[in-house]
């Protein structure tokens, strides 16, 4: 007797922990849209104790408990005594999105044109349908692009996820436009391209309220209403033209090239001679404003302001500061009249001759414009009479000055090696 009893308490403890263990199962999905629900079942107890998020929401003496909004439910079964709470279990009910806010960008469509529509994410849609009066534009996000027409319209948008579509956004009105036309480039025909020169660049085609605007490489140089733009340096360079409409239309791209200048020359005495610190392609020698001379070497035959203009082989031309020459300054240097280079000019090997009246020990020194020696030499004048072959083959063609000095004579002759 007294085993039977053992073995009906144990079966019954059994039974009561059993039932202790609090369960929730779900007939039907958890995650649902709004209007729907899900009901939730517990395991056998006598009172059943519902919590949502935590929250005490229904005492019942049933298993079930219907749910039609989102959280965390859990349940505590009191069973015979024996009390105990289940693990929670989430439900999320979604609802249709929210209308979309504006759309922005752009309200005027060209012809020709793509434009983007775009607005900002709208909470728990999945994608967008876009559309306009003439039908779905192109895209299923938050953005999507329409083709430019010479008609007006409006466009929507509609937000969807798996529990229907949110209501249509406001309308955003587009104008439609046309760009505009036959904008050929034209060029001014002033080449060659030297500094200081422009080139201009132009459309002939001009409407009322046209603003055009010019590119050189890509960055802005000038916007505004006047339809040419003088360029100053090389570069490639194209322009947009915007009507009325609010519609763009770009040239072709057309490169300008601007040759390489002399550099403005400068002008230096040697002797009784004007020439310049470099050789250029042409010389123009100028007494103020009045043309005197041509040729590298000029010699001035009176005081005044001198300028030279040069040029190279483009031809680019530039001119000199003016420089100043007083009479006194164009004297050769003190001593007799009677030395003398022949052939001046020379190629490389001339003759200087000179009557010193007495024997003498003469030094011969050869400097180029810059005062850099390129040749000294040490001569006997036995009777006085000097007659010296002197040989500059290796010498640069150019203007050099030969001094010529003794203890009683000092002479600076100036000559040119070609």
Same mark, same amino acid.
């Given at each position: 007797m007294r085993v039977l009893y053992s073995l009906l308490l144990c079966c019954l403890t059994q039974y009561v922990q059993a039932q202790c263990?609090?369960?929730?199962?779900?007939? #039907? @999905?958890?995650?649902?849209?709004?209007? /729907? +629900?899900?009901?939730?079942?517990?395991?056998?107890?006598?009172?059943? !104790?519902?919590?949502?998020?935590?929250?005490?929401?229904?005492?019942? =003496?049933?298993?079930?408990?219907?749910?039609?909004?989102? /959280? *965390?439910?859990?349940?505590?079964?009191?069973?015979?005594?024996?009390?105990?709470?289940?693990?929670a279990i989430n439900i999320i009910v979604n609802t249709v999105p929210p209308q979309p806010g504006p759309i922005s960008r752009p309200a005027i469509a060209c012809v020709f044109s793509t434009n983007t529509y775009t607005i900002a994410p709208v909470p728990g849609a999945? +994608?967008?349908?876009?559309?306009?009066?003439?039908? $779905?534009?192109?895209?299923? %996000?938050? *953005?999507?692009?329409?083709?430019?027409?010479?008609?007006?319209?409006? &466009?929507?948008?509609?937000?969807?996820?798996?529990?229907?579509?949110?209501?249509?956004?406001? @309308?955003? $009105?587009?104008?439609? /436009?046309? $760009? $505009?036309?036959?904008? #050929?480039?034209?060029? +001014?025909?002033?080449?060659?391209l030297c500094p200081g020169d422009t080139k201009y660049i132009s459309t002939m085609v001009v409407h009322p309220g046209d603003i055009f605007t010019f590119y050189k490489n890509g960055n802005v140089v000038q916007s505004g209403t006047s339809q040419g733009y003088g360029a100053t340096s090389s570069g490639s360079y194209y322009f947009t033209v915007t009507n009325l409409a609010g519609c763009t239309a770009q040239s072709s791209t057309v490169a300008i090239n601007f040759s390489v200048g002399p550099g403005q020359p400068v002008i230096v005495q040697v002797g009784p001679t004007l020439t310049t610190t470099q050789v250029y392609s042409s010389w123009a020698w100028y007494r103020n404003t009045t043309y005197v001379g041509s040729g590298q070497y000029y010699y001035p035959t009176q005081d005044g302001d001198y300028k030279v203009r040069v040029g190279n082989s483009? @031809?680019?031309?530039?001119?000199?500061?003016?420089?100043?020459?007083?009479?006194?300054?164009?004297?050769?240097?003190? #001593?007799?009249?009677? %030395?003398?280079?022949?052939?001046?000019?020379?190629?490389?090997?001339?003759?200087?001759?000179?009557?010193?009246?007495?024997?003498?020990?003469?030094?011969?020194?050869?400097?180029? &414009?810059?005062?850099? &020696?390129?040749?000294?030499?040490?001569?006997?004048?036995?009777? #006085?009479?000097?007659?010296?072959?002197?040989?500059?083959?290796?010498?640069? @063609?150019?203007?050099?000055?030969?001094?010529?000095? =003794?203890?009683?004579?000092?002479?600076?002759?100036?000559?040119? !090696?070609?």
């Open positions: 263990n609090a369960t929730i199962t779900a007939l #039907g @999905p958890t995650t649902f849209c709004q209007g /729907g +629900s899900v009901m939730l079942v517990a395991n056998d107890g006598d009172v059943y !104790k519902w919590y949502e998020n935590g929250n005490l929401v229904a005492v019942l =003496t049933t298993d079930t408990f219907t749910v039609n909004t989102t /959280g *965390s439910y859990e349940v505590v079964i009191d069973s015979a005594g024996c009390i105990d709470t289940s693990a999945t +994608s967008y349908f876009w559309y306009c009066s003439f039908g $779905p534009l192109t895209g299923t %996000a938050t *953005s999507a692009q329409f083709q430019g027409t010479t008609w007006s319209t409006d &466009i929507f948008v509609t937000a969807i996820n798996t529990c229907g579509n949110s209501l249509t956004s406001q @309308p955003f $009105p587009v104008t439609g /436009g046309t $760009p $505009p036309t036959n904008i #050929g480039v034209y060029l +001014s025909s002033n080449d060659p483009v @031809p680019c031309y530039e001119e000199s500061a003016m420089y100043n020459v007083s009479y006194t300054g164009i004297q050769e240097l003190k #001593g007799r009249e009677d %030395a003398i280079i022949y052939p001046n000019p020379t190629t490389g090997a001339f003759t200087l001759t000179a009557d010193l009246g007495a024997e003498d020990t003469a030094s011969i020194t050869i400097t180029d &414009i810059t005062g850099r &020696i390129v040749k000294a030499m040490q001569v006997n004048i036995p009777v #006085g009479v000097l007659e010296e072959k002197i040989e500059l083959f290796d010498a640069t @063609p150019g203007l050099y000055l030969l001094k010529l000095t =003794t203890e009683n004579y000092n002479k600076t002759i100036s000559f040119v !090696k070609q």
